[in-house]
């Protein structure tokens, strides 16, 4: 299968978003082959989170460290026709972004209102620089610039209407929808992350994707002021979202 016919997809998340849901959901395709976070390790490696992410010695035992190497995988892999590449937009650090233009970008992001109580659950006081929405807007104006191809997913809008966004979201990357994306067996998949026993409970346990329901429990306070620098960049995602 000839490289340069692969639909090669990356989405760029936030953590606590619906990131591992819509992996599920492109794993459902016959088609396609799935990745599960593939720069964590050399993220972890080139970072001070090694000191407080869940599982991060197994990580950096068991995963590729080198974040070039990881990217030639990226863009070399050639076993499936439609490739998909669940990222985190905080792995990328200082490796260079030239790789994009071969991918079709994905921005997947979530309002931080919700997110960021998630996250604090696990990561306890979370700064701008673990949680990605500055990033997010990083990329999207490198995007911009360099005229990569790439479009942005709110999960609150995915939950709304999984069915719609994906068949816009298919559209764009050139694919067909296929209606098995919208259902999945309640599991652990081989292609999870080895931090899949920190994260995944609740994906393990669904069947597809979850009826978005708001948050009711009062935000945290410690968190507000990390709020307030997470929503004017949430804001600006929100306005370019498929719905």
Known sequence: MGTDTIKRISVWSGPRNIST??????AQRQDTRVFDEPLYAYYLNNSSAKTYHPGAEEILRTMENDGSAVVEMMLNYSEKPVLFFK????HILDLDRSFMKQLTNVILTR???EMLPSF???IKNPT???VGYKLHIDLLNEFEKQDIDYVVLDAKNVLLNPEGVLKQLC???????DKHMLNWTPAKRPEDGVWAKYWYTNVHKSSGFSTYTPKTDPFPQHLIPLLNECQPY???LQKLALS
């Open 87 to 90: 990222n985190m937009t905080h």
């Open 21 to 26: 849901a819509l992996m599920y959901s492109f």
């Open 234 to 236: 949430y804001n600006q």
């Open 128 to 130: 701008i620089d673990d």
């Open 171 to 177: 559209e764009h990357v050139g694919i067909s929808f």
């Open 120 to 122: 604090d659950k696990v």
């Open 111 to 113: 309002d931080p209102k």
